[in-house]
């Protein structure tokens, strides 16, 4: 199991999800459903629980390393949860030549979600930035990926406005969240930021915050 650290930054802290954060995320997700038309958020605390309950199941088998999204209260301590986010699809394609390296080579960041009162402000942009640090600079990955249903224009509008590229589409690729879609697969546009780019990505989501 990879561990999962807390992050904080001047408007969001990413915090390892555990099922204390449940309350806090459904209110979360009830704000306003609208957005969410191509991402799994589930409404109800019995669902919201069975979602937590499966990405810690997951964290401990070493497949993802899942977060909530937290604001500040008053006194600028970690309050309530606005969301969730999570490192996926961990790869070491290139560690298996170096067996003392204990962090993967490749990552996506993905499963992201916000409440609306926080979508379109510097939450996102921050936790992108936290997260991609950690990546590149703690476990010194070559590649992250960032990815989303082909057809959420929004959502790839997003992704490379924070310096990721579009390297394309991979069909029938993962499962769809859209309603009615049950049990079909979605295309996934996929885009990537590799170790190279990173200094520049840096610098611009810095800008952004600044």
């Not at 009830?30 to 605390?45: C, F, G, H, M, S």
């Not at 401990?60 to 969301?83: H, L, M, N, T, Y």
């Not at 991979?170 to 499962?175: A, Y």
Request: glycine share 8%; net charge negative; proline share 6%.
């Amino acid at each position: 199991m990879i561990p999962s650290p807390t992050m904080v930054g001047r408007h969001v802290a990413l915090v390892p999800l555990s099922i204390d954060h449940v309350p806090d995320l459904v209110r979360a997700a009830n704000e306003d459903r609208r957005e969410y038309d191509y991402t799994a958020v589930p409404p109800t605390t019995e669902s919201m629980e069975t979602y937590v309950d499966a990405l810690v199941r997951e964290h401990a088998e070493g497949k993802v390393v899942p977060f909530a999204q937290c604001v500040f209260d008053a006194s600028g301590d970690i309050g309530r949860a606005v969301g969730s986010t999570r490192y996926m699809d961990i790869r070491s394609p290139y560690g298996r030549g170096f067996p003392g390296r204990p962090f993967p080579d490749e990552v996506e960041i993905g499963g992201t979600w916000l409440a609306a009162s926080v979508q379109r402000t510097a939450v996102n942009t921050e936790a992108k930035l936290m997260l991609l640090s950690h990546a590149f600079d703690v476990w010194a990955v070559q590649r992250v990926a960032i990815c989303t249903d082909a057809r959420n224009e929004r959502s790839r509008t997003a992704i490379e406005r924070i310096g990721a590229t579009f390297e394309g589409v991979l069909r029938s690729h993962r499962p769809s969240y859209v309603a009615g879609e049950e049990g079909v697969l979605r295309d996934t546009a996929v885009h990537s930021i590799v170790r190279s780019e990173w200094p520049e990505v840096r610098a611009g989501l810095e800008r952004r915050l600044a």
